[in-house]
């Protein structure tokens, strides 16, 4: 018994230097693995959640994200809807956009963006829509956060 | 879900404070799982009925609290930075103190003679209607809520996550080491503490935090 | 009950003879050559000296461990190089995609910020649930993935458990730098109470990235967010948020380090480390103190830079679970009673194996592991001297 706890412990000890060469050889190998076998994406709350429209603009277009309430376990009662506009060279001075993220052919909030002086302005048209998050430029275009609660 | 949460991030300090009520006598009866399984869920019913007088009674401070938001962010605020503060001062400098309901022992003591189950409602009644630090910060969270339903239900699952840590104390048999988890458990409170001392602070300061 | 030196005890056995260290490190030699190089050595000259020198720096280190018999003072000179290194590099590398240290809204939004092993306790419970990670980063591909940061996590701690805190982590160095620099303590007695003070931040901040889904450790407190990146400051809370890790920069990775000599960051705040230390329970080494050799002194009691020797653990043999395996104990130990030991085998005799088992793990990681940054920061260093400009 002795004997035996004496080499699986050394084989172990073994296996830890084969262990560490393989994290490092098979470091590309091995994270696409497990990425793909749990399946893990980022958090839409950093992400800003999947594309779900985009409105077509002649030089340019206006990117629609689902609306996040995502909390642990259900939803949560606050949110936020994610906007884009690109690509960055073809935009106006002035873009002004009517979202309907509801799906319901009304419109839920109306955006102003005044790109050369990086100014938005949000007109809620559904008591959900609650204010501008964030507006940053970024490399490909502009991104806006709306902050959402939802109404019960 | 935001109940669950507080309720899971104070539950160790429940756990800490009420276990030491709660083991000795688990314990010392010499029982079996099973048994001592069933004084738990008594004890827990009791906290359960304390938990949810004190959502009626949240709700009544709600409705109390003046409705316009200014007003009512800087109530809350300040009874934030007071609890919370309570709640540091706990787990850092009051290191030796039990449970709150552990001076109800002397008189529980005669019921717990007389009448055993009995004894282990009125205790969990004791914890539930305590006002230990974390408890209290639930009722000023709670105290946000709209309507008297939502407080029940808040409660409700503050309960449910207090309680996860509790769940492991019939089998305390085998656990002899609880007083690192007492620490940490006050000290996890202690850190949470300040992160709601901010969220007061900035609510007095402006009331813009939301 | 201070018991004789034992006939053996002033014999350490670890020490060896330079051929036989020669022999000993020759592994280490070609797999590092061949680690670091990637099966080719590299033409552009400049390249090819920063790759040398690496490659010697390392391998001499380790064949001074093997004849020697220390373990920490070469392992420490490799770590902290690897952390001061490691800000150069990766601080440059900030100037060059973005012009600043700070992090900006920009980047967060695009997902590009580096992935570090300090955010995973808080990532365990929202991928959980909601089979994502709450982090601005990418999954593959990229500085600092996601999926390769816990792959090396996972490997690290399969082949060294909590050894990651003194072999792997490029932050480690900065609070073991530190706690080396005076020759005595100011302050010596830390209350024992406070090494419960990382499982308190690891509970906390695991429960609180869960409830708002979000990594709160590096947001609030993160101290080493001070040499790589930070928000820029644009709010009152960013500003509360920017004093906080400062401050505890300050306080835990220089300055009491600097009076206790001990690491105090990592064994008195780390959440990671907490947590790490229970894969000390699943891995193939451990620290172990021989009875029938140990005299009592207490010196590693002293020594231990993560307060995970006391007294009564002396008694039982062992250090406690937060052990880094970083060897500072057994080089202090004057009857060699203190060594590294394989699970499963007898506490007494094979030292030397054992230790040039664990040895070959730890040492191999290190190098591999921290081969790039160093030899990145080093050019930088270079382009510094010669162009006036690290990017
Ligand atoms: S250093 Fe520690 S293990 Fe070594 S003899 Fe002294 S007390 Fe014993
Ligand atoms: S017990 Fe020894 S090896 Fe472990 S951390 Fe302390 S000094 Fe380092």
Request: aromatic share 12%; with cysteine; glycine share 8%.
């Given at each position: 018994?002795?004997?035996?706890?004496?080499?699986?412990?050394?084989?172990?000890?073994?296996?830890?230097i084969?262990?560490?060469?393989?994290?490092?050889?098979?470091?590309?190998?091995?994270?696409?693995?497990?990425?793909?076998?749990?399946?893990?994406?980022?958090?839409?709350?950093?992400?800003?959640?999947?594309?779900?429209?985009?409105?077509?603009?002649?030089?340019?277009?206006?990117?629609?994200?689902?609306?996040?309430?995502?909390?642990?376990?259900?939803?949560?009662?606050?949110?936020?809807?994610?906007?884009?506009?690109?690509?960055?060279?073809?935009?106006?001075?002035?873009?002004?956009?009517?979202?309907?993220?509801?799906?319901?052919?009304?419109?839920?909030?109306?955006?102003?963006?005044?790109?050369?002086?990086?100014?938005?302005?949000?007109?809620?048209?559904?008591?959900?829509?609650?204010?501008?998050?964030?507006?940053?430029?970024?490399?490909?275009?502009?991104?806006?956060?709306?902050?959402?609660?939802?109404?019960? | 879900?935001?109940?669950?949460?507080?309720?899971?991030?104070?539950?160790?300090?429940?756990?800490?404070?009420?276990?030491?009520?709660?083991?000795?006598?688990?314990?010392?009866?010499g029982r079996?799982?099973?048994?001592n399984?069933?004084?738990?869920l008594?004890?827990?019913?009791?906290?359960?009925?304390?938990?949810?007088?004190?959502?009626?009674?949240?709700?009544?401070?709600h409705?109390?609290?003046?409705?316009?938001?200014?007003?009512?962010?800087?109530?809350?605020?300040?009874?934030?930075?007071?609890?919370?503060g309570l709640?540091?001062?706990?787990?850092?400098?009051?290191a030796?103190?039990?449970?709150?309901?552990?001076g109800?022992?002397?008189?529980?003591?005669?019921?717990?003679?007389?009448?055993?189950?009995?004894?282990?409602?009125?205790?969990?009644?004791?914890?539930?209607?305590?006002?230990?630090?974390?408890?209290?910060?639930?009722?000023?969270?709670?105290?946000?809520?709209?309507s008297?339903?939502?407080?029940?239900?808040?409660?409700?699952?503050?309960?449910?996550?207090?309680?996860?840590?509790?769940?492991?104390?019939?089998?305390?048999?085998?656990?002899?080491?609880?007083?690192?988890?007492?620490?940490?458990?006050?000290?996890?409170?202690?850190?949470?503490?300040?992160?709601?001392?901010?969220?007061?602070?900035?609510?007095?300061?402006?009331?813009?935090?939301? | 009950?201070?018991?004789?030196?034992?006939?053996?005890?002033?014999?350490?056995?670890?020490?060896?003879?330079?051929?036989?260290?020669?022999?000993?490190?020759?592994?280490?030699?070609?797999?590092?050559?061949?680690?670091?190089?990637?099966?080719?050595?590299?033409?552009?000259?400049?390249?090819?000296?920063?790759?040398?020198?690496?490659?010697?720096?390392?391998?001499?280190l380790?064949?001074?461990?093997?004849?020697?018999?220390?373990?920490?003072?070469?392992?420490?000179?490799?770590?902290?190089?690897?952390?001061?290194?490691?800000?150069?590099?990766?601080?440059?590398?900030?100037?060059?995609?973005?012009?600043?240290?700070?992090?900006?809204?920009?980047?967060?939004?695009?997902?590009?910020?580096?992935?570090?092993?300090?955010?995973?306790?808080?990532?365990?419970?929202?991928?959980?649930?909601?089979?994502?990670?709450?982090?601005?980063?990418?999954?593959?591909?990229?500085?600092?993935?996601?999926a390769?940061?816990?792959?090396?996590?996972?490997?690290?701690?399969?082949?060294?458990?909590?050894?990651?805190?003194?072999?792997?982590?490029?932050?480690?160095?900065?609070?073991?730098?530190?706690?080396?620099?005076?020759?005595?303590?100011?302050?010596?007695?830390?209350?024992?109470?406070?090494?419960?003070?990382?499982?308190?931040?690891?509970?906390?901040?695991?429960?609180?990235?869960?409830?708002?889904?979000?990594?709160?450790?590096?947001?609030?407190?993160?101290?080493?967010?001070?040499?790589?990146?930070?928000?820029?400051?644009?709010?009152?809370?960013?500003?509360?948020?920017?004093?906080?890790?400062?401050?505890?920069?300050?306080?835990?990775?220089?300055?009491?380090?600097?009076?206790?000599?001990?690491?105090?960051?990592?064994?008195?705040?780390?959440?990671?480390?907490?947590m790490?230390?229970?894969?000390?329970r699943?891995?193939?080494?451990?620290?172990?103190?021989?009875?029938?050799?140990?005299?009592?002194?207490?010196?590693?009691?002293?020594?231990?830079?993560?307060?995970?020797?006391?007294?009564?653990?002396?008694?039982?043999?062992?250090?406690?679970?937060?052990?880094?395996?970083?060897?500072?104990?057994?080089?202090?130990?004057?009857?060699?009673?203190?060594?590294?030991?394989?699970?499963?085998t007898?506490?007494?005799?094979?030292?030397?194996?054992?230790?040039?088992?664990?040895?070959?793990?730890?040492?191999?990681?290190?190098?591999?592991?921290?081969?790039?940054?160093?030899?990145?920061?080093?050019?930088?260093?270079?382009?510094?001297?010669?162009?006036?400009?690290?990017?």
């Amino acid at each position: 018994m002795k004997r035996a706890l004496k080499i699986a412990g050394y084989t172990w000890a073994v296996a830890c230097i084969v262990v560490v060469l393989a994290t490092f050889v098979g470091n590309n190998y091995f994270s696409a693995k497990l990425a793909s076998s749990t399946g893990i994406t980022i958090s839409p709350w950093f992400s800003g959640g999947e594309i779900v429209g985009s409105i077509d603009h002649a030089t340019y277009k206006t990117v629609i994200h689902r609306p996040v309430f995502d909390g642990l376990i259900g939803e949560r009662k606050e949110g936020f809807i994610q906007i884009e506009w690109q690509p960055v060279t073809a935009l106006p001075l002035v873009i002004e956009d009517g979202i309907d993220f509801t799906g319901d052919g009304k419109e839920d909030f109306a955006f102003r963006l005044d790109t050369a002086a990086g100014r938005g302005t949000l007109t809620p048209r559904n008591p959900s829509v609650i204010a501008i998050q964030t507006l940053v430029k970024v490399n490909q275009g502009w991104v806006a956060r709306i902050q959402l609660r939802k109404v019960s | 879900m935001k109940g669950f949460f507080l309720g899971l991030s104070s539950g160790a300090v429940c756990a800490a404070y009420c276990a030491p009520v709660l083991v000795p006598y688990l314990l010392g009866e010499g029982r079996s799982v099973l048994q001592n399984f069933l004084a738990l869920l008594q004890f827990l019913l009791g906290r359960l009925l304390g938990y949810l007088s004190f959502a009626v009674f949240a709700w009544g401070i709600h409705t109390s609290l003046p409705q316009d938001i200014a007003h009512r962010n800087l109530l809350i605020g300040a009874a934030y930075v007071f609890l919370s503060g309570l709640l540091i001062f706990y787990s850092f400098f009051k290191a030796g103190r039990a449970c709150p309901s552990a001076g109800g022992q002397e008189i529980d003591h005669r019921l717990r003679n007389s009448r055993p189950s009995l004894f282990l409602l009125s205790m969990g009644l004791a914890t539930g209607l305590n006002f230990c630090p974390p408890f209290l910060l639930a009722v000023a969270t709670a105290a946000e809520q709209a309507s008297l339903l939502q407080s029940v239900l808040f409660f409700l699952t503050f309960f449910l996550g207090t309680s996860v840590f509790l769940i492991p104390a019939p089998f305390l048999g085998l656990l002899r080491g609880f007083s690192p988890l007492h620490v940490i458990g006050k000290m996890a409170a202690g850190l949470i503490g300040a992160y709601y001392l901010f969220i007061g602070a900035t609510m007095l300061a402006g009331g813009f935090y939301r | 009950m201070m018991k004789e030196h034992p006939p053996h005890a002033k014999t350490i056995e670890v020490r060896q003879s330079p051929g036989k260290s020669f022999l000993f490190a020759l592994p280490m030699m070609l797999l590092t050559l061949m680690m670091m190089s990637g099966g080719k050595i590299p033409a552009d000259p400049q390249r090819l000296f920063v790759f040398t020198v690496t490659y010697l720096f390392f391998n001499l280190l380790f064949f001074l461990m093997i004849h020697t018999g220390k373990t920490d003072r070469y392992r420490a000179t490799a770590f902290i190089t690897y952390a001061i290194l490691f800000i150069v590099s990766f601080i440059s590398h900030m100037f060059e995609a973005r012009g600043s240290m700070s992090l900006s809204q920009e980047k967060i939004l695009l997902c590009e910020v580096p992935f570090c092993h300090l955010v995973i306790p808080m990532t365990l419970i929202p991928a959980a649930f909601t089979k994502t990670i709450i982090f601005p980063g990418t999954i593959t591909g990229g500085y600092a993935s996601i999926a390769s940061m816990f792959t090396i996590w996972i490997g690290a701690s399969l082949s060294l458990g909590r050894g990651w805190c003194s072999w792997g982590c490029f932050f480690g160095g900065l609070d073991d730098a530190f706690s080396r620099i005076l020759k005595k303590p100011v302050f010596r007695n830390i209350n024992p109470r406070w090494t419960y003070l990382p499982w308190a931040v690891l509970l906390a901040v695991v429960l609180s990235a869960a409830a708002f889904l979000s990594p709160t450790y590096c947001t609030w407190l993160c101290p080493f967010k001070t040499v790589t990146e930070f928000e820029a400051v644009t709010s009152f809370k960013i500003l509360v948020q920017t004093i906080l890790f400062a401050s505890l920069f300050i306080a835990l990775v220089i300055v009491l380090p600097l009076l206790t000599k001990r690491r105090t960051q990592c064994s008195l705040f780390c959440p990671f480390g907490a947590m790490q230390g229970l894969t000390n329970r699943i891995n193939a080494f451990d620290v172990r103190i021989d009875p029938d050799r140990c005299i009592n002194c207490k010196r590693c009691v002293t020594a231990c830079p993560t307060l995970s020797v006391t007294e009564e653990s002396v008694r039982a043999g062992c250090p406690l679970i937060s052990c880094m395996k970083c060897g500072t104990c057994m080089d202090v130990c004057p009857s060699g009673a203190v060594a590294f030991h394989v699970r499963g085998t007898p506490v007494a005799g094979n030292r030397n194996i054992k230790r040039m088992l664990f040895l070959y793990a730890a040492f191999l990681f290190l190098a591999i592991f921290s081969g790039g940054t160093i030899q990145d920061g080093l050019s930088r260093i270079i382009r510094l001297i010669t162009t006036g400009s690290m990017i």
